[in-house]
């Protein structure tokens, strides 16, 4: 395959820095506007190409020394070459672009991004997979594994469950997903400090004195029980029985959650018993789905519901974006917070407030 010159013009929403050869978009992972890179190309189709970074020819300022001994092999991180800064600034960017791209949104009420108080040895939980005695990660762009002893940016409780794992004598092949004790095996974010300041900026975000918050996808009420100070009742709903378990425990009267679709959150709601058609004014709902995004029956069920206010948590921009061009057919946003939920990777958590 050749290798080819490039400047490097913006790092694209997944990580990859993108140039362009005869107008032709070029895919780099591991670069940075404004660097010049050699790069050789591994893949060619018709509207785009994707290339391996062979040198760095002029570097950006912002350019790094990763921290990881796997960083460029392992799939899990995308930015340890980028100053932390910088990476803030890039996600900041992406989402507002992707909003823009996907769900035709010009303008939007964009905050800062709220930036990770430790950008290494912050994630509470990891799945690793093993197979024929290799314990680790997949690696990048592919489905080989590649053997990790320590992963940086996951917490030292964590690293040493993997080195416990790895001790045993022999380890069946299979997903081992790897906790940060006594964290419970419901659903529940990575980053315990990104995580509480999502939660602040949601309590910050809904108005006191409202009748009815609808939480879907609550697992066991992470938000859901930050809220009760504001709300006459609300519900929950999660089809995670596990994770509904644990939020029934010490639920005060106020509370109700069901183990159950949320695809079926109206009929969830009218047997919760609550009626909210005719005051639809001190009505919030808060939807957390995963990477996925809302179905369309959901899109519809939310617009039928009409909450006063809207609160989408997404973990996926593209989707969230998605989802927005059809919801803002009903809703205004009042603003877009991203937040730096997982430092060194490309992804980012966005929150989105709404009102109708
Ligand atoms: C991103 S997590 C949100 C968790 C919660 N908001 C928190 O902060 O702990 C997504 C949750 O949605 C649940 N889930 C996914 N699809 C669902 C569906 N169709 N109906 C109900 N729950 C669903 C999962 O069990 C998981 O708990």
Redesign the pocket.
Known sequence: MRIVDLKIQDVAFGGKGVGRQNGKAVFVPYTIEGETVSAEIVREKKQFAEADLVDVKESSLDRVTPECPYFGRCGGCAYQHIAYEHQLAIKWRQVRDVLKRIGKLKDVPMRPIIPSPQQYGYRNRITVHAQDGVIGFFRRDSHRLIDIERCPISRDDVNHALSELRAQQQVRDGHYTLRASPSPR????TNAAV?NALRELIVGLVAPNQQLLIDA????G??AKALLDKFERVIG????RF?IAAAKENASPKETYIA????DVEAAVSAANVEIAGDTAATTMIV???ATGLSANVRKAIVDLAPDALIY?S?NPPTLARDLKELCEKFTIDSVTPLDMFPQTAEIEVAVHLHA
């Open positions: 419901v659903f529940s974010q995580a996808y609550c697992s066991a992470f938000f709903i999660d089809w995670d994770a159950g679709d949320v695809e957390d789905p995963p948590v973990c």
